[in-house]
C-alpha cells in the first residue's frame, strides 16, 4: 500500500494512504476522542467528537471518514478544537440523565471520561430535560434506557453489518429521536449482547449483569470461551471469588471483537453453580460418599492395578487442557498399558454459522487428538469402547471432565461397568454410575492452554482460586507474591473449592502406581508436550501469550509416523 507522510500535533508520521486520520493517529498512539466511530463497523459521522484541524482547509474536519493526505497537518489538540469538543459535549450532555451513581456503564463509560476530560464542567442549560422512556426489555438479554442514548447508531450498524439481521433502528427526530427495534422484530439475533459492549454510554445494558456489581470492584482475566471450538477471546470479570460477567477481547485472528450470546452466557455459571463436585467421592453401600484426597487416589491406584490392560478404557476430554489431556494420556499408555484411548466427540450438525459459532461445541477436541489422545495400534476408538463396555470386553474406564451419559446410549453401557472413574466439577448424570468422583477444576481455574478448529493454541489462566491455588499463593516468594496480591484482593472471602487440576491428580496416581511424572506446574508440562509433541515444537506460554499462537505445520515425517 503507498504511504504518506502526516502531521499531527507536531508529529510527523507515515501512514497508509487509505487511513482515515482517527486510523492513522490511532496506529501511532495518539488518541482521537470518538463515540460512533468503532474500527469493526463502518463511519457514520454523526457524533461529531473527533473533529480535528486541518491546516488550509476552512472548517474543523471529523477525523473518523477524512482520509489523510501528503502533506497534510493535523492538530488535535489546539484551541479550535477543544472548543468545538466541549460544545459538543455539551449538547450530548443537556438531556443526558444523572444516572452514574446507579449506571452498570459507570467506570467503563467513555461519556463519563469524556465529561471530565473535555467537558466544561458545568451546564448552561436550564429547561427541563427531554424525557424519554427506561428500563425497556429490547431483546431477551438487553436492556434500554432511552434517556442515557446519544444515538452513536454503533448498535444498528453492528447488527446490520455483522450480525447480518436489521432489528434496531431510529424514529422520529431532533432531540425526540429514539432507538426502537424494527417493527415486528426483538433485539434476539445470536450476537445481540454486544451491543452492550460497543455501546459508549450506559444505554445498553447486559440484563444478567444488571446492577450485580460496580466494575472497579472486579478482578479481571484473560482466557477463552469454553463454548465451542472457536475458542473466542474473552475477559472474565470477578467478584468475591465469583464470575459475573464474560466480555469479548479483540483478536482479529480469532473472533475481531465479538462473541456469541451462548457463549457469554452459558460457559460461566457452572463455575459458580450448587452442584459444584466439593471434594472427592467415593461410593460406598451405593452412595456417593466425601473423603479426602489420599484415600480416593489410593483406591483407583489399588482398583486399575486389578484389571488386565485389555480390560481397561481411557477416555481424555476435549473440555480439558491440553495439559490435563497430555498427563492423561501419557498415564493410560506408560503406567496402564492399554492402547483404548480416546474421547467423545460433540458436534452439533446445523448449529453453525459464518460469523463465529461452529458445530463443535467443545473448545479443546484438536489439542485433545494432537497431544496424543487417540487409539494406541490396534486399540479402540470411542464408539468401539462403548461398545466394548456393552459387550464386557471393557471393564474398567477411567474418564476426564465430560458428562458421558448425556451421549446418546452411552449411559446404558455405562451401567455395565465394573469399576468407573471419574473427573468432574458438576453434579451429572455421569456420576450416577461412578465408584470414584474427583473434584475437577474448571476452565477458570487453572493454568493451561487449548487449541481451536483453526490449529491455534491459545491460554487459559485462573480468573476464580479454589484452595488448591490459595496454598500455592502462600508458598510463593515474597517477589511474586507481590505481583499477585492486587489480584487475590480481589478474589475475596467468596467460596474456595477443593478441586484440582486434573493432570495433577493422574500424576498422583501414577506415582502410587510406581510412576513419577515429574511435573510441578502447567507450564512444565507444556514445556514436555513442546520437546515431545511436534505441532507443539518450540512453544512456550510467553510465546503463546495473551492472544494465542499457530501450532506448526507437520512435516510429512511427523504425519506418517
Not at 498399558?337 to 467423545?344: C, E, L, S
Request: some cysteine; aromatic content about 8%; overall charge neutral.
Amino acid at each position: 500500500m503507498p504511504s504518506v507522510k502526516v502531521t499531527i500535533d507536531g508529529t510527523q508520521i507515515e501512514a497508509d494512504s487509505k487511513r482515515t486520520i482517527i486510523e492513522a493517529a490511532r496506529e501511532h498512539g495518539i488518541k482521537i476522542p470518538h463515540f460512533c466511530w468503532h474500527p469493526k463497523l463502518s463511519v457514520s459521522g454523526n457524533c461529531r467528537m473527533c473533529l480535528v484541524e486541518i491546516e488550509k482547509m476552512p472548517k474543523l474536519a471529523i477525523a473518523c471518514s477524512t482520509q489523510v493526505a501528503e502533506g497534510m497537518v493535523v492538530h488535535t489538540k489546539n484551541d479550535r478544537v477543544v472548543h468545538a469538543r466541549n460544545a459538543v459535549m455539551e449538547f450530548f450532555l443537556i438531556n443526558h440523565p444523572l444516572d452514574c451513581p446507579i449506571c452498570d456503564e459507570a467506570g467503563e463509560c467513555k461519556l463519563q471520561d469524556y465529561t471530565y476530560k473535555y467537558s466544561t464542567g458545568y451546564s448552561r442549560f436550564d429547561e427541563d430535560k427531554v424525557h424519554k422512556p427506561k428500563r425497556i426489555q429490547i431483546g431477551p438479554h438487553v436492556m434500554f434506557d432511552a434517556e442515557r442514548c446519544i444515538l452513536c447508531s454503533r448498535c444498528i450498524r453492528f447488527c446490520d453489518e455483522i450480525a447480518g439481521v436489521h432489528q434496531l433502528q431510529f424514529i422520529q427526530r431532533g432531540d425526540h429521536t429514539e432507538l426502537t427495534t424494527f417493527p415486528g422484530e426483538k433485539l434476539d439475533n445470536p450476537y445481540s449482547m454486544n451491543v452492550v459492549d460497543i455501546c459508549p454510554v450506559g444505554a445498553l445494558t447486559n440484563a444478567d449483569f444488571r446492577f450485580k456489581a460496580r466494575v472497579w470492584e472486579m478482578s479481571f482475566t484473560d482466557t477463552i470461551c469454553q463454548g465451542c471450538a472457536r475458542g473466542c477471546n474473552i475477559e472474565v470479570g470477578v467478584r468475591n471469588n465469583e464470575i459475573l460477567r464474560l466480555t469479548p477481547r479483540r483478536n482479529d485472528d480469532v473472533n475481531s471483537s465479538w462473541m456469541c450470546d451462548h457463549g457469554r452466557l452459558d460457559t460461566f455459571k457452572f463455575v459458580n453453580a450448587e452442584n459444584r463436585i466439593k471434594a472427592p467421592m467415593i461410593r460406598k453401600d451405593g452412595v456417593l460418599v466425601e473423603v479426602g484426597w489420599d484415600e480416593a487416589i489410593a483406591r483407583v491406584a489399588s482398583e486399575l492395578k486389578s484389571f488386565k490392560k485389555s480390560e481397561i478404557a481411557a477416555l481424555g476430554s476435549p473440555f480439558a487442557t491440553n495439559e490435563d489431556n497430555y498427563v492423561f494420556q501419557r498415564f493410560a499408555k506408560e503406567v496402564l498399558g492399554t492402547k483404548n484411548i480416546d474421547f467423545a466427540r460433540h458436534s452439533h450438525e446445523g448449529d453453525e454459522d459464518a460469523i463465529l459459532i461452529r458445530a463443535d461445541k467443545s473448545p479443546n477436541s484438536t489439542g485433545a487428538a494432537e497431544v496424543g489422545v487417540v487409539p494406541g495400534d490396534n486399540g479402540m476408538s470411542f464408539n468401539a469402547i462403548i461398545e466394548g463396555i456393552r459387550e464386557g470386553k471393557i471393564k474398567a474406564l477411567y474418564a476426564l471432565e465430560d458428562d458421558l451419559a448425556a451421549l446418546p446410549g452411552v449411559a446404558e453401557a455405562l451401567s455395565k461397568l465394573e469399576f468407573f472413574v471419574v473427573h468432574a466439577a458438576n453434579d451429572s448424570a455421569t456420576l450416577r454410575y461412578a465408584d470414584i468422583v474427583f473434584a475437577a477444576a474448571t476452565y477458570a481455574e487453572k493454568n493451561g492452554t487449548m487449541v481451536n478448529f483453526e490449529q491455534r493454541v491459545q491460554r487459559v489462566r485462573p480468573a476464580v482460586t479454589t484452595l488448591e491455588l490459595d496454598r500455592a499463593m502462600d508458598g510463593f516468594e515474597m517477589s511474586r507474591w507481590d505481583k499477585f496480591a492486587s489480584h487475590n484482593d480481589k478474589w475475596g472471602k467468596g467460596p474456595r473449592r477443593d478441586a484440582r487440576s486434573s493432570w495433577k491428580i493422574v500424576a498422583s496416581i501414577a506415582a502410587l502406581m510406581g510412576t513419577k511424572f515429574k511435573y510441578n506446574t502447567a507450564d512444565e508440562v507444556f514445556n514436555e508436550i513442546a520437546q515431545r509433541v511436534e505441532s507443539f515444537r518450540g512453544l512456550s506460554y510467553l510465546k503463546v501469550g495473551t492472544k494465542g499462537t499457530p501450532l506448526k505445520a507437520k512435516t510429512a515425517a511427523s504425519v506418517h509416523a
